[in-house]
């Protein structure tokens, strides 16, 4: 036997052959479990498995392919450009796909956000942010929120606030700190109203500053719309309030929309929906509809901050990747983001009825196609930890179990993929690509309410 040949064939065990068993011997186990699966090809919505099932994608890839699985212009994009060049370092030669793509974005961008730089996720967009914010600020501390996502680098895993994703990890960015998350269902100031709200929040980031810094803040990071925390939407203010209080303190502010950006929540950038215009943008996700791209972009005075040999990335900004991504802007630009804030429009509707229908169902909350459904409901005490336990209020437990059991309950009867987050692991989200019908809506959260029912029973 060759050298090459697999591990398995050497030992005199029998060959691996199917793409499950691969994955268990061959690719490392960093989630709790796969979908039952294997997908071979997907379309708009539908993602069909090597055994021709079909399923109807209400999740995306993560937030990912907001244009549509192989949406047909981008797919035709990157195929064209792979034809004339794949790579070149486009920090060290010049190429036109990132320089139409730079210019296009400094277009759709809120602000004079103006230069961008290009690199491979989300993670690094953000990672480079702060970088920039440091450089530009001369100071080096970061305020983020509890319950953020915002990567699994170190340094992003730092700026992450909920320790599931951190186990013993040890974050190697020590000047960040955490200020609470807009997050109303779980008010700890009681009843109040949606401004009131605003503003204690705002006072405890103002009281995160002056307790757990030295003052020589750089930025305040967080999302428009909290993507893994939950689908959670900041109450009217919060952020323009944010944004002042940042810049009171010499402090850029950076708006994550890796998850929210490219139509997303019903416009090209949730921030457009909160009156404000961020110092620093990230961008991953859906801003090439499924390859691999992220980018964070800033106005000329802030960009040019940086000097040769601050930030680089040898494959951030391929040909092929800006090619895609430009084709995927004129997609959405065509139609398809309204589509999302049209059809968002009714989804909010239509599950806001489920929070008086469904005892399980605690709050739901979303702009444009993200949309969260939050389970409520009593844990056995084995069946959660600490955390959760200390979350029950008057809106009731996390019902993890629960999320579990529905998204599962909606693929196994009725073909819908959903995803479930929140810091609780408890909020079913709903994200598919944007260029969802209403009849595909209706049969989605048709399938809701039906293992709604069949979880409460």
Not at 357 to 384: H, I, K, Q, S, W
Request: proline share 5%; charged share 25%; with cysteine.
């Amino acid at each position: 036997m060759s050298e090459q040949e697999p591990n398995a064939e050497r030992d005199g065990q029998e060959p691996t052959t199917s793409p499950a068993e691969k994955y268990d011997e061959y690719v490392m186990p960093i989630t709790k479990g796969y979908d039952p699966f294997t997908v071979e090809r997907a379309s708009g919505t539908t993602m069909e498995t090597t055994e021709g099932d079909q399923y109807l994608d209400c999740f995306s890839g993560i937030s990912v392919t907001n244009a549509g699985h192989n949406n047909p212009e981008v797919v035709a994009a990157a195929k064209d450009q792979l034809d004339d060049l794949i790579h070149t370092c486009s920090y060290v030669y010049r190429n036109e796909p990132v320089a139409d793509l730079a210019e296009r974005i400094a277009e759709i961008t809120p602000g004079d956000l103006q230069k961008t730089f290009f690199c491979n996720s989300g993670t690094e967009a953000v990672e480079g942010a702060i970088k920039l914010a440091r450089k530009h600020t001369g100071s080096k501390e970061v305020v983020a929120l509890e319950m953020a996502f915002h990567g699994r680098t170190l340094g992003s895993l730092a700026l992450t606030g909920n320790h599931a994703y951190k186990h013993e990890m040890a974050p190697t960015m020590n000047d960040v700190v955490h200020a609470p998350a807009p997050y109303q269902f779980r008010s700890p100031y009681g009843d109040c109203s949606e401004e009131e709200f605003a503003a204690r929040a705002a006072e405890e980031l103002e009281r995160v500053i002056g307790t757990h810094t030295s003052t020589d803040l750089a930025a305040v990071v967080l999302e428009p719309v909290m993507g893994e925390g939950g689908i959670v939407v900041p109450p009217k203010g919060y952020l323009k309030r944010v944004q002042e209080i940042a810049h009171d303190h010499g402090a850029l502010l950076i708006l994550d929309e890796v998850q929210t950006g490219y139509g997303r929540t019903g416009t090209m950038f949730a921030s457009e929906q909160f009156d404000v215009e961020p110092d620093i943008l990230t961008q991953a996700k859906g801003i090439a509809d499924g390859l691999p791209l992220g980018a964070f972009t800033a106005p000329a005075d802030i960009a040019d901050s940086f000097e040769a040999g601050d930030h680089l990335s040898t494959f951030g900004g391929n040909p092929v990747c800006c090619a895609a991504a430009l084709a995927n802007i004129d997609a959405l630009q065509d139609g398809i983001v309204e589509n999302a804030a049209e059809q968002g429009e009714w989804l909010a509707e239509r599950l806001a009825d489920l929070e008086d229908e469904y005892d399980l169902v605690g709050e739901t909350r979303g702009r444009g196609l993200m949309f969260g459904v939050e389970l409520v409901g009593p844990l056995a005490e084995e069946d959660t930890d600490a955390s959760d336990r200390d979350a029950g209020t008057a809106e009731g437990e996390p019902a993890k179990k629960a999320a579990d059991a529905v998204k599962d309950y909606m693929r196994e009867e009725h073909g819908v993929l959903v995803g479930v987050g929140g810091y609780h692991k408890n909020v079913i989200r709903f994200q598919p690509p944007l260029t969802i019908t209403r009849e595909e809506l209706e049969r989605a959260v048709g399938a809701l309410e039906d293992g709604l029912r069949a979880v409460e029973a």
